[in-house]
């Protein structure tokens, strides 16, 4: 293990089992009891049988630039995301293991912003419409109970931004930073009836640019989000979201050898100079949620969702592979996705055996439409720019789904869970590119599985709970890993096998003044055809890899002192292993063994404020050999800021630093990168870089 991280279990016994020395117990205030609907209905995290970690808007905002989602999710254990420099690429983001083998985007992982999927029904997601500026809260659903999300839910993200209530508000703010960042931001917020009764709008935009720690890194970026509430009658509740994102160019370095990372971490590979790789995107989407109660125990809700999506990217696939392979299909990526979907959910509140229960039953159902082109990245001896067409084709993605779950309080300290899933997944892809050379490849690929979850809570005391459960889940191969064969054939990789786990967990959660909140969750993942990367000249492609195993340990703890200084603290221990064929016993790559996350703030009302932030992580083996790694790391953040009220106006300023002790560290890593004769694993992370922001807030 990692010098730094040898001290974690000696942290942890004195953080969860005592009080700070010489603090009396009663300068503790109790922490607040948060809500959350990570399963469907509300309910206090403490009383449900799974690990629930939620992030306050706040701490999105609090210090930060407001630019990648990364940038507060530390405190969550079992969840790593890694901001990669490169937004041509997204952010990395994975839970207990899943979503690591994403070479962009986010996968094995269910994403929802105010109910509406951002993963799509192949299971590919992103996250770079969500509006941070609004954001109230995230909550991440870890375990078992992910599986009543559905395919490709190793765990579950969602992000619910705030609802407009009181009186007009006018918010504007900027930061600037390090590598030329900036960026700008709006937000109108508010409700136009008394006491919250009429049309509650948030309504903001923003626009990011930056020079990029690295050579030929540079993006920029326009997001603007729309949130209405509205209740056309006292038993009812409508909300529609809107947003749109725009990247009209985001370089891409690539990663680097190991030579060429020691070097020069601002260094670019040179296939990406030579190539320019780079990505522009576009896209808009919709959604509407209602919400009717019935009568005091019947509740329905209803929706309604849809969006289009247009992404070019330029890629490095050397000219003289797609010369010597006539069917290649090609160095340059144009999709226009159309996606829409529904969920129609019921409610029950009822009692058996004079027991509270609830019971949630449901329909969802997915589809995209994606008109896939493929291109030459060059044109005679100019490399970089669409050449002759590759490819053509017309790919279709649908699933229905079917759930019911339970939660029945049996008594005053037992509570059981169960959930049952049910999912089919259509893959169907229609070529239109045929010649005389390149035949018809069009096929049709089915997939589906049924999803049981049971889970069960008891209370030791007021305070103490313990929880077991456990649960099957499955992932199917998205379309962009089915897009590409091992064989560099075109027409799509039907080969695959969907990934399908069978999951235990088993924790215990505490609350009280003395000793905040804290929690400790040891789980075990089994998976059976795990879908794994392997890249094949400069192209990702994907393959099932037998069994894998993934065992971990996770620790949180939070509390409030003093009034205004909060202390966070989160770790986890996480082995996962190959169990079968040339790799069986070797680990996971792109997961690091341990990390730690512990913050101090300072935080009142108004007036001075100041925190500080500490990551740890492990190395991070690149490749399924484990012949090569990430070293391990650890960084200090520091930030101070004043908020003062003069008048109708709230002002706040702040400064930040990050990466104080200017480690030289691969913020994350490519994995099993094959490009020869060394792969280009390694992502660099910034050396020491500040940031400062001020923003004020106008109450109309």
């Not at 293990?1 to 009663?26: F, H, K």
């Not at 590759?390 to 019911?404: G, I, K, P, S, T």
């Not at 480690?663 to 020869?676: H, L, P, Q």
Request: one cysteine or more; glycine letters at 10%; charged letters at 20%.
């Amino acid at each position: 293990m990692n010098d730094s991280l040898r001290w974690i279990p000696l942290l942890v016994c004195s953080t969860i089992a005592l009080p700070l020395p010489g603090q009396a117990q009663t300068d503790a205030p109790a922490l607040a009891a948060t809500v959350v609907t990570a399963t469907r209905t509300e309910a206090d995290p403490q009383d449900v049988p799974a690990s629930i970690g939620s992030v306050a808007g706040d701490d999105l905002r609090q210090g930060r630039a407001q630019v990648n989602i990364s940038e507060a999710l530390g405190s969550v254990p079992g969840l790593q995301a890694r901001e990669r420099q490169n937004y041509a690429q997204d952010v990395q983001i994975s839970m207990r293991g899943f979503g690591t083998r994403a070479t962009f985007g986010i996968r094995g992982l269910r994403l929802y912003v105010d109910g509406i999927p951002a993963t799509q029904p192949d299971g590919q997601g992103q996250l770079s419409h969500v509006d941070l500026a609004s954001a109230e809260r995230i909550e991440v659903l870890r375990g078992p109970f992910s599986a009543l999300y559905g395919n490709s839910s190793g765990g579950v993200l969602q992000v619910f931004t705030e609802e407009g209530r009181g009186a007009p508000r006018l918010r504007l703010d900027t930061a600037a930073g390090s590598d030329g960042l900036l960026r700008f931001g709006t937000k109108l917020s508010g409700n136009t009836g008394p006491n919250d009764s009429g049309v509650g709008y948030v309504l903001s935009a923003s626009r990011f640019a930056t020079d990029g720690y690295r050579e030929h890194s540079a993006a920029r970026r326009t997001l603007a989000n729309a949130k209405l509430t509205l209740r056309p009658h006292e038993d009812g509740k409508l909300t529609l979201v809107a947003n749109r994102v725009v990247l009209p160019k985001a370089e891409d370095p690539l990663g680097l050898e190991r030579k060429d990372w020691q070097a020069n971490p601002r260094g670019v590979a040179a296939a990406a100079t030579n190539y320019n790789t780079r990505k522009s995107m576009d896209q808009t989407q919709a959604g509407l949620v209602y919400e009717h109660y019935l009568s005091e125990a019947h509740s329905v809700q209803g929706t309604l969702y849809g969006g289009q999506r247009s992404t070019q990217q330029f890629q490095s696939i050397p000219r003289n592979t797609q010369v010597s392979l006539p069917l290649h299909p090609g160095g340059v990526i144009d999709l226009d996705r159309d996606y829409a979907g529904a969920d129609l959910r019921w409610t029950w509140h009822t009692r058996l055996a004079d027991a509270p229960l609830t019971v949630v039953a449901g329909l969802a159902y997915d589809g995209l439409r994606e008109d896939r082109r493929g291109y030459e990245n060059f044109v005679g001896s100019a490399l970089g720019v669409q050449g002759a067409l590759r490819r053509d084709e017309h790919n279709r993605v649908n699933n229905f789904d079917q759930y019911l779950q339970a939660d029945w309080r049996v008594t005053q300290r037992w509570t059981l869970n169960a959930g049952l899933r049910h999912s089919r997944i259509r893959v169907d892809s229609q070529d239109r590119y045929i010649t005389a050379a390149n035949p018809d490849d069009s096929g049709v690929a089915r997939y589906g599985a049924t999803l049981p979850v049971v889970g069960a809570s008891f209370a030791i005391t007021e305070s103490l709970r313990i929880y077991a459960s456990a649960g099957k889940g499955f992932e199917t191969p998205t379309l962009n890993e089915l897009s590409y064969r091992p064989d560099q054939l075109p027409g799509l990789n039907f080969g695959l096998n969907p990934a399908r786990s069978k999951s235990v967990e088993t924790g215990l959660k505490h609350r009280s003044a003395a000793f905040g909140e804290w929690t400790v969750a040891v789980f075990r993942t089994g998976t059976e055809d795990e879908i794994v990367t392997r890249t094949i000249d400069g192209r990702a492609t994907a393959t099932n890899a037998g069994r894998t195993r993934r065992n971990g340990l996770e620790l949180s703890w939070e509390q409030r002192f003093l009034q205004h200084l909060r202390m966070q603290m989160a770790a986890t221990l996480l082995d996962a292993r190959y169990r079968d064929g040339a790799n069986a016993g070797s680990r996971m790559p792109g997961l690091a063994k341990s990390s730690l996350y512990a913050s101090a703030g300072w935080m009142p009302q108004q007036g001075w404020r100041a925190g500080a932030d500490w990551r740890v992580l492990s190395k991070v083996y690149v490749n399924d050999a484990n012949n090569d790694a990430a070293a391990g790391y650890g960084v200090l953040g520091l930030y101070t800021g004043y908020l003062a009220r003069v008048g109708s106006w709230q002002l706040e300023g702040f400064v930040r630093a990050d990466n104080l002790l200017d480690k030289r560290y691969a913020g994350s890593v490519i994995v099993n990168d094959a490009t020869m004769p060394v792969g280009r694993y390694f992502e660099p992370a910034p050396g020491r870089n500040w940031l400062v922001g001020l923003s004020a807030t106008l109450a109309l």
